[in-house]
T-cell receptor
Framework: GAVVSQHPSRVICKSGTSVKIECRSL??????MFWYRQFPKQSLMLMAT?????????EQGVEKDKFLINHASLTLSTLTVTSAHPEDSSFYIC??????????FGNGTRLTVT | QKEVEQNSGPLSVPEGAIASLNCTYS??????FFWYRQYSGKSPELIMS????GDKEDGRFTAQLNKASQYVSLLIRDSQPSDSATYLC?????????????FGKGTHLIIQP
């Protein structure tokens, strides 16, 4: 149980374009999802908490206008990286909160901005 | 500022031996503690969760928690080459991680055949 699907697994885009990443809970409803970012040889850093039907809560230093989060349903949250730049290249990972079990993570999205 | 500290390693352990991974955390009010395993280029995979002081065993893995010392550890018995990975310690202020997790930087474990 507690399967989280993330898509795409890998994306390459040009500087200035926008990229959307999807996170789905497959076998449970997730009122809360989390978005993390991981740079090479670094730990996972929480970017934002996504709550169904309300605005996301962003961590200090994360630009809400650059990283748009939409949690439109109980099984889907999306992260859109707007006007991407090379420094946004990273491994983006989502997780979904299932009240009956600890957090499980999606498979991650490797974003490369050229 | 919530902090989770781990020795980055690498920690090298012979195959069949016990690997011991350690983690300390700064927020005394933390309630939930997790160990994740992460292979290079992959997403973290949950290994163990522990919520109360003492030991919790699951197969070859034992998690140990000491809230007074703000210390949590993971023991891996009969280490196998497939255990070679980065092990991430994660802490949550709430039960089950409802407020998100704070991760350590991870310990790189190498099991030598």
């Amino acid at each position: 149980g507690a399967v989280v699907s993330q898509h795409p697994s890998r994306v390459i885009c040009k500087s200035g374009t926008s990229v959307k990443i999807e996170c789905r809970s497959l076998d449970f409803q997730a009122t809360t999802m989390f978005w993390y970012r991981q740079f090479p040889k670094q730990s996972l850093m929480l970017m934002a908490t996504s709550n169904e039907g309300s605005k996301a809560t962003y961590e200090q230093g994360v630009e809400k206008d650059k990283f748009l989060i939409n949690h439109a349903s109980l099984t889907l949250s999306t992260l859109t990286v707007t006007s991407a730049h090379p420094e946004d290249s990273s491994f983006y990972i989502c997780s979904a909160l299932n009240m009956n079990s600890p957090l499980h993570f999606g498979n991650g999205t490797r974003l490369t901005v050229t | 500022q919530k902090e989770v500290e781990q020795n980055s390693g690498p920690l090298s352990v012979p195959e069949g031996a016990i690997a011991s991974l350690n983690c300390t955390y700064s927020d005394r009010g933390s309630q939930s503690f997790f160990w994740y395993r992460q292979y290079s280029g992959k997403s973290p995979e949950l290994i163990m969760s522990i919520y109360s002081n003492g030991d919790k065993e699951d197969g070859r893995f034992t998690a140990q928690l000491n809230k007074a010392s703000q210390y949590v550890s993971l023991l891996i018995r009969d280490s196998q080459p497939s255990d070679s990975a980065t092990y991430l310690c994660a802490v949550s202020f709430s039960g089950g991680g409802a407020d998100g997790l704070t991760f350590g930087k991870g310990t790189h474990l190498i099991i030598q055949p």
